[in-house]
Protein backbone atom coordinates (compact mmCIF):
# COMPACT_ATOMS: atom_id res chain seq x y z
CA UNK A 1 0.00 0.00 0.00
CA UNK A 2 2.02 3.30 -1.07
CA UNK A 3 1.08 7.19 -0.37
CA UNK A 4 -0.33 6.05 2.74
CA UNK A 5 0.28 7.51 5.80
CA UNK A 6 0.47 4.89 9.44
CA UNK A 7 -1.94 6.40 12.58
CA UNK A 8 -1.29 3.53 14.42
CA UNK A 9 -0.24 -0.23 15.39
CA UNK A 10 -2.50 -2.88 17.49
CA UNK A 11 -1.06 -6.02 18.63
CA UNK A 12 -3.88 -8.48 18.15
CA UNK A 13 -2.00 -11.10 19.92
CA UNK A 14 -2.09 -13.50 16.84
CA UNK A 15 -1.19 -10.47 14.25
CA UNK A 16 -1.10 -6.93 13.82
CA UNK A 17 -3.41 -4.06 12.71
CA UNK A 18 -1.90 -1.22 11.06
CA UNK A 19 -4.50 1.87 10.76
CA UNK A 20 -3.60 3.98 7.61
CA UNK A 21 -5.20 6.93 5.71
CA UNK A 22 -6.84 4.01 3.56
CA UNK A 23 -7.51 1.70 5.74
CA UNK A 24 -6.50 -0.60 7.89
CA UNK A 25 -4.50 -3.25 7.13
CA UNK A 26 -3.66 -6.75 9.33
CA UNK A 27 -0.20 -9.14 9.06
CA UNK A 28 1.31 -11.54 10.94
CA UNK A 29 3.95 -9.06 11.94
CA UNK A 30 5.07 -5.25 11.26
CA UNK A 31 7.91 -3.71 10.74
CA UNK A 32 8.52 -0.13 11.48
CA UNK A 33 10.71 2.09 9.43
CA UNK A 34 9.44 5.78 9.28
CA UNK A 35 12.82 7.84 10.04
CA UNK A 36 13.14 10.61 11.90
CA UNK A 37 9.54 10.03 13.20
CA UNK A 38 10.18 6.69 14.35
CA UNK A 39 9.34 7.46 18.00
CA UNK A 40 5.84 8.15 18.00
CA UNK A 41 4.81 4.61 16.19
CA UNK A 42 6.99 2.45 18.37
CA UNK A 43 6.64 4.15 22.08
CA UNK A 44 3.82 2.27 23.01
CA UNK A 45 5.47 -0.81 22.45
CA UNK A 46 8.45 0.40 25.06
CA UNK A 47 11.18 2.02 22.54
CA UNK A 48 12.28 4.98 24.55
CA UNK A 49 15.55 5.88 22.76
CA UNK A 50 14.82 9.15 20.97
CA UNK A 51 14.85 9.65 17.22
CA UNK A 52 16.32 13.34 16.72
CA UNK A 53 16.50 14.92 13.24
CA UNK A 54 19.65 15.84 12.12
CA UNK A 55 18.77 18.14 9.33
CA UNK A 56 21.46 18.17 6.03
CA UNK A 57 21.01 20.95 3.12
CA UNK A 58 21.50 20.46 -0.67
CA UNK A 59 21.18 22.66 -3.56
CA UNK A 60 22.52 22.60 -7.30
CA UNK A 61 24.74 25.26 -8.82
CA UNK A 62 26.16 24.96 -12.75
CA UNK A 63 29.32 23.01 -13.04
CA UNK A 64 31.56 25.29 -14.40
CA UNK A 65 34.72 25.30 -11.93
CA UNK A 66 32.95 22.77 -9.30
CA UNK A 67 34.32 19.39 -9.61
CA UNK A 68 33.87 16.71 -12.60
CA UNK A 69 33.66 13.73 -10.35
CA UNK A 70 31.64 13.41 -6.47
CA UNK A 71 33.88 15.20 -4.12
CA UNK A 72 34.27 15.35 -0.33
CA UNK A 73 35.79 18.71 1.04
CA UNK A 74 36.81 16.58 3.69
CA UNK A 75 37.22 20.13 5.85
CA UNK A 76 34.61 21.84 5.44
CA UNK A 77 32.16 18.55 5.47
CA UNK A 78 30.64 19.75 2.12
CA UNK A 79 29.95 16.95 -0.62
CA UNK A 80 29.72 18.56 -4.36
CA UNK A 81 27.92 15.58 -6.97
CA UNK A 82 27.79 16.08 -10.37
CA UNK A 83 24.60 15.65 -11.58
CA UNK A 84 25.10 15.05 -15.29
CA UNK A 85 22.82 18.12 -16.64
CA UNK A 86 25.50 20.52 -16.23
CA UNK A 87 24.93 21.01 -12.46
CA UNK A 88 26.55 19.87 -9.36
CA UNK A 89 24.97 19.15 -6.24
CA UNK A 90 26.40 20.81 -3.29
CA UNK A 91 25.61 19.11 0.07
CA UNK A 92 26.11 19.38 3.81
CA UNK A 93 25.39 20.11 7.61
CA UNK A 94 24.48 19.11 10.16
CA UNK A 95 21.47 20.97 11.86
CA UNK A 96 18.94 19.65 14.71
CA UNK A 97 16.04 20.73 13.76
CA UNK A 98 11.90 19.36 13.90
CA UNK A 99 11.78 17.44 10.44
CA UNK A 100 8.67 19.95 9.11
CA UNK A 101 10.74 23.37 9.45
CA UNK A 102 11.57 24.96 5.71
CA UNK A 103 14.45 25.44 4.64
CA UNK A 104 16.88 28.18 6.71
CA UNK A 105 18.56 30.03 4.39
CA UNK A 106 21.34 31.03 6.51
CA UNK A 107 22.15 27.27 6.54
CA UNK A 108 22.73 27.46 2.83
CA UNK A 109 25.02 30.72 3.30
CA UNK A 110 26.96 28.67 5.88
CA UNK A 111 27.61 25.99 3.35
CA UNK A 112 28.40 28.53 0.20
CA UNK A 113 31.07 30.48 2.71
CA UNK A 114 33.00 26.89 3.27
CA UNK A 115 32.88 25.39 -0.03
CA UNK A 116 33.14 29.34 -1.72
CA UNK A 117 37.52 29.29 -1.02
CA UNK A 118 37.82 25.57 -2.67
CA UNK A 119 35.53 26.26 -5.75
CA UNK A 120 36.91 28.24 -8.41
CA UNK A 121 33.70 30.24 -10.65
CA UNK A 122 30.97 29.14 -9.53
CA UNK A 123 27.93 31.23 -9.76
CA UNK A 124 26.46 30.69 -6.59
CA UNK A 125 23.78 32.82 -6.92
CA UNK A 126 22.54 30.67 -9.69
CA UNK A 127 21.62 27.80 -7.68
CA UNK A 128 18.34 26.13 -7.93
CA UNK A 129 17.25 23.39 -5.75
CA UNK A 130 17.13 24.24 -2.15
CA UNK A 131 16.24 21.15 0.07
CA UNK A 132 16.30 19.57 3.68
CA UNK A 133 15.92 16.69 4.47
CA UNK A 134 16.23 14.79 8.09
CA UNK A 135 18.54 12.32 8.75
CA UNK A 136 17.62 9.60 11.94
CA UNK A 137 19.67 10.54 14.78
CA UNK A 138 19.66 7.97 18.12
CA UNK A 139 20.69 9.43 21.20
CA UNK A 140 23.45 6.79 21.31
CA UNK A 141 24.87 6.80 17.59
CA UNK A 142 23.84 3.51 16.92
CA UNK A 143 20.37 1.91 14.59
CA UNK A 144 17.79 0.41 16.36
CA UNK A 145 16.94 -2.84 14.58
CA UNK A 146 15.09 -5.92 16.48
CA UNK A 147 11.90 -6.49 18.51
CA UNK A 148 10.18 -4.58 20.65
CA UNK A 149 8.14 -5.01 23.78
CA UNK A 150 5.38 -6.52 21.23
CA UNK A 151 6.71 -9.96 19.59
CA UNK A 152 4.49 -8.92 16.41
CA UNK A 153 6.26 -5.22 16.25
CA UNK A 154 9.95 -4.97 14.95
CA UNK A 155 12.47 -1.30 14.29
CA UNK A 156 14.39 -0.49 11.62
CA UNK A 157 15.78 2.81 11.83
CA UNK A 158 17.89 5.56 13.67
CA UNK A 159 20.68 5.21 11.23
CA UNK A 160 21.55 8.62 11.05
CA UNK A 161 24.37 9.20 8.48
CA UNK A 162 24.57 5.82 7.39
CA UNK A 163 21.23 4.80 6.29
CA UNK A 164 21.71 4.28 2.67
CA UNK A 165 25.14 2.02 3.27
CA UNK A 166 23.71 0.35 6.15
CA UNK A 167 19.92 -0.11 5.49
CA UNK A 168 20.27 -2.88 2.96
CA UNK A 169 22.48 -4.84 5.42
CA UNK A 170 20.30 -4.26 8.94
CA UNK A 171 17.04 -5.35 6.66
CA UNK A 172 18.73 -8.64 5.61
CA UNK A 173 19.44 -9.36 9.61
CA UNK A 174 16.26 -8.24 10.40
CA UNK A 175 14.50 -10.32 8.04
CA UNK A 176 16.54 -13.06 9.35
CA UNK A 177 15.74 -12.91 12.92
CA UNK A 178 11.63 -12.58 11.50
CA UNK A 179 11.83 -15.56 9.85
CA UNK A 180 13.82 -17.74 11.54
CA UNK A 181 13.28 -16.53 15.24
CA UNK A 182 16.85 -16.16 15.93
CA UNK A 183 18.33 -12.48 16.31
CA UNK A 184 21.84 -13.00 14.46
CA UNK A 185 24.70 -11.69 16.72
CA UNK A 186 25.17 -8.40 14.92
CA UNK A 187 22.12 -6.88 16.48
CA UNK A 188 22.67 -7.21 20.31
CA UNK A 189 23.85 -3.67 20.36
CA UNK A 190 20.91 -2.26 18.31
CA UNK A 191 18.47 -3.79 19.92
CA UNK A 192 15.34 -1.18 20.51
CA UNK A 193 14.59 -1.85 23.88
CA UNK A 194 18.33 -0.51 24.79
C1 LIG B 1 22.30 15.39 3.10
C2 LIG B 1 22.31 13.94 3.49
C3 LIG B 1 23.34 13.13 3.06
C4 LIG B 1 23.38 11.78 3.40
N1 LIG B 1 24.41 11.01 2.92
C5 LIG B 1 24.43 9.70 3.22
C6 LIG B 1 25.49 8.86 2.71
O1 LIG B 1 26.39 9.32 1.99
N2 LIG B 1 25.49 7.55 3.04
C7 LIG B 1 24.53 7.01 3.84
O2 LIG B 1 24.57 5.82 4.11
N3 LIG B 1 23.51 7.77 4.33
C8 LIG B 1 23.45 9.09 4.05
N4 LIG B 1 22.45 9.88 4.56
C9 LIG B 1 21.53 9.29 5.56
C10 LIG B 1 20.40 8.52 4.93
O3 LIG B 1 19.75 9.32 3.96
C11 LIG B 1 19.41 8.11 6.06
O4 LIG B 1 20.11 7.41 7.07
C12 LIG B 1 18.32 7.23 5.49
O5 LIG B 1 17.59 7.90 4.48
C13 LIG B 1 17.36 6.78 6.57
O6 LIG B 1 16.46 5.88 5.99
P1 LIG B 1 15.08 5.52 6.65
O7 LIG B 1 14.38 4.65 5.67
O8 LIG B 1 15.30 5.02 8.06
O9 LIG B 1 14.32 6.91 6.83
P2 LIG B 1 13.74 7.86 5.68
O10 LIG B 1 14.60 7.81 4.47
O11 LIG B 1 13.53 9.20 6.34
O12 LIG B 1 12.35 7.19 5.32
C14 LIG B 1 11.29 7.19 6.25
C15 LIG B 1 10.01 7.21 5.46
O13 LIG B 1 8.92 6.97 6.35
C16 LIG B 1 7.87 7.81 5.94
N5 LIG B 1 6.96 8.00 7.09
C17 LIG B 1 7.18 8.66 8.26
N6 LIG B 1 6.12 8.57 9.07
C18 LIG B 1 5.21 7.82 8.42
C19 LIG B 1 3.88 7.39 8.74
N7 LIG B 1 3.28 7.66 9.92
N8 LIG B 1 3.21 6.65 7.82
C20 LIG B 1 3.78 6.34 6.63
N9 LIG B 1 5.03 6.73 6.27
C21 LIG B 1 5.73 7.45 7.16
C22 LIG B 1 8.54 9.10 5.52
O14 LIG B 1 7.68 9.84 4.69
C23 LIG B 1 9.75 8.55 4.78
O15 LIG B 1 9.45 8.30 3.43
C24 LIG B 1 22.37 11.22 4.22
C25 LIG B 1 21.31 12.04 4.65
C26 LIG B 1 21.28 13.39 4.31
C27 LIG B 1 20.12 14.23 4.78
Known amino acids: MEQAEVSGIRDLGTGVAVGTSQGDLRADVAVVSTG ?17 SGRGYSFSVPA ?29 MMELAPPERPVDPRRIQAIIAAARPLLRDVDWDARRD ?12 LPLVGPTASPRVYVNGGH ?25 AELAALHPLR
Not at 36 to 52: A, E, S, Y
Not at 132 to 137: E, F, I, M, T, Y
Open 64 to 92: AGAPARPTYLAGQKVVCTPLGDGRVRVAG
Open 160 to 184: GMWGVALGPLTGRLLADAITTGTAP
Open 130 to 141: EWVGSRPCTADG
Open 36 to 52: TWLNRLVRPFGVRVPVQ
